[in-house]
């Protein structure tokens, strides 16, 4: 998803993108990983924000924790 770019505009060649998987491999792991990502690698350098939605917030939770967990691993 992150690895293609674009050299004539100078970024990702994909703003949008979609993951479909069966439950319970690892989606919202994957969602942390790309949030952490874009929040320390994204464009613009400065104000970046780590912004999640999900349809339960227990499961936002799940993903902040992991977000939070892989942070502290850095």
Known sequence: M???GD????GS??????ISMARANGK???AS???LR???MGQPKNT???IVASLSVSQTDQIYSYIRKA???L
């Open 2 to 4: 992150n690895g293609w």
């Open 13 to 18: 060649r994909f703003k949008t993108n979609s």
């Open 71 to 73: 942070w502290n691993a």
């Open 28 to 30: 919202t792991d994957i």
């Open 33 to 35: 990983w790309v949030a």
């Open 7 to 10: 050299p004539t505009i100078n």
């Open 48 to 50: 970046r924000q780590i």
């Open 38 to 40: 874009e929040f320390l």
